[in-house]
């Protein structure tokens, strides 16, 4: 049986006229890439420009990437979670998170699972960032504080808060969601940085079997949306949407808080510019 609550409750992007304006650019060769001459540098080179076309458009958002030598294509941050869990011997998140995948993955695989209340030296520790709590850096400083071994940035809301500039360079992943970032969340399409090769990755993406229409699509969008409009547009009016609503606020324009229940915000900015 389908979870309707459960779809009711995810945190859904805003499709404003801009960015509909840009996907709706987007032409058939662009969605619907073919190998016309049967190349690899067909399916390779997508790849390449967009590891060059991120880097240059999130440059002012997150720094440290030209730390990472590997990025591999994957079907959305969930992808990259499941990968990495099932290569650690053990997972940690920070307690206060109340993001439950992460225990719930563990959780049915039988593999040790901590949530830790305080910086402890552990193994591997994964860090929200920004925060799905609160759209901070609380997670994000918490693993910093950590003596880990292996830290992995778990980022879904990039753009979608105040410009931080977080340099990451002394994480060893990092995983970048597309879905609410540029709307395009029935794409799954996700990047996951690495500092070493991840071999059940490596042999996917250097063939070019991997999500060649999202990758090409995403190039296309970040061609034509600045970095930084989701916050210059939504960001100065997110305290009054909040107020005029009862609810609290975070430093997230994709959520806040009804009484304890963290809610999207996708309808209420639709109803809020009318």
């Not at 402890?120 to 880990?148: D, K, M």
């Not at 292996?150 to 060893?172: G, M």
């Not at 970048?176 to 969340?185: E, G, N, R, V």
């Not at 690495?194 to 999202?214: C, D, P």
Request: hydrophobic content about 35%; aromatic content about 14%.
């Amino acid at each position: 049986m389908i979870n309707h609550e459960f779809y009711r409750r995810l945190i859904k992007p805003i499709r404003d006229e801009y960015i509909l304006s840009i996907i709706k650019q987007v032409p058939s060769e662009i969605f619907s890439p073919w190998d016309k001459e049967l190349t690899w540098d067909e399916r390779v080179r997508p790849i390449i420009e967009l590891r060059k076309k991120f880097t240059t458009w999130g440059k002012d958002l997150v720094s440290g990437l030209d730390s990472f030598q590997y990025m591999y294509v994957m079907n959305g941050n969930t992808d990259s979670l499941n990968t990495l869990f099932t290569d650690a011997k053990h997972g940690t998140a920070w307690k206060r998170g109340d993001y439950s995948y992460y225990k719930h993955w563990h959780s049915i695989r039988t593999k040790d699972h901590k949530e830790l209340d305080q910086p402890t030296n552990v193994p591997s520790i994964i860090a929200s960032w920004p925060g799905y709590t609160w759209g901070n850096c609380e997670q994000f400083n918490f693993a910093n504080e950590c003596n880990a071994v292996h830290k992995h940035l778990d980022c879904a809301y990039l753009a979608l808060t105040a410009p931080a500039a977080v340099d990451i360079s002394n994480f060893q992943t990092a995983s970048f969601s597309f879905s609410k970032t540029l709307a395009i969340p029935y794409n799954r399409i996700s990047i996951l940085f690495s500092k070493t090769e991840i071999e059940s990755l490596a042999i996917m993406n250097k063939l070019g079997y991997v999500n060649l229409s999202g990758v090409r699509l995403v190039n296309h969008i970040l061609d034509q949306l600045p970095a930084n409009y989701w916050w210059d547009k939504y960001g100065p009016m997110l305290d009054d949407l909040c107020r005029k609503n009862n609810l609290g606020k975070t430093d997230c324009i994709l959520f806040a808080y009804k009484g304890d229940s963290r809610i999207s915000l996708a309808e209420y900015w639709r109803d809020y510019l009318k």
